[in-house]
């Protein structure tokens, strides 16, 4: 593979709405490994370096537990969607069970198939990891708790939304939470 541009272009797509809308248009369901050619050379055409598949690690149910549980959120989601059910939740890309591709959108087979498919065309794949992005029923979680950022039972009910009690230790979630000043979120 050739050196990266000094200043690349990259195309975001968010995977689960373009694999969605690929299998309207389609009328079958598409995943990585079955996204048709004409598709993949549409995105070649605008000239881009690199395509960044955002959104293709597997969601977590337990995230979309919690989403569905909110009750300013599933009003958020009746906002934009009258009719929504619990089960039109899909989950956030944010909230990533392990890092391994969703097998709804293809599975490692698919991302394989996806990425053959972009270096036929002189594309670049791109795929992101984000540290704070675990979910609560990541296997870090339970296998190692040092990896986060931890509170106390107080901060969970003091500000249960930033803290989370999961296998019995509580956690920074959603976003860092806002230490006080003189407090860093170090021991």
């Known amino acids: 593979m050739k050196s990266w541009p000094g200043y690349p272009v990259i195309y975001e797509i968010n995977t689960w709405v373009w694999l969605w809308e690929q299998s309207q248009t389609c009328k079958r369901h598409v995943t990585l490994g079955t996204v048709p050619a004409e598709e993949w050379d549409f995105i070649a055409d605008l000239a881009v370096d690199t395509v960044w598949l955002m959104g293709v690690w597997e969601r977590s149910p337990a995230g979309i537990a919690i989403a569905n549980r909110n009750k300013g959120l599933v009003e958020d989601f009746r906002q934009a969607l009258p009719d929504y059910r619990p089960a039109d939740n899909v989950g956030s890309p944010y909230c990533v069970r392990q890092y391994v591709v969703d097998e709804h959108l293809g599975g490692r087979e698919g991302l394989v198939a996806a990425r053959a498919e972009l270096g036929k065309r002189g594309l670049r794949l791109l795929l992101d990891f984000v540290p704070n992005q675990m979910a ?41 939470p806002c230490f006080p000043p003189g407090q860093t979120c170090c021991n």
Do not use: K, L
Request: proline fraction near 10%; avoid cysteine.
């Open 136 to 176: 609560p029923d990541h296997p870090w979680v339970i296998h190692h708790p040092e990896y986060f950022v931890q509170g106390n039972n107080d901060d969970a009910r003091t500000d249960p939304a930033s803290f989370v009690e999961t296998a019995g230790n509580v956690f920074a979630h959603g976003r860092d």
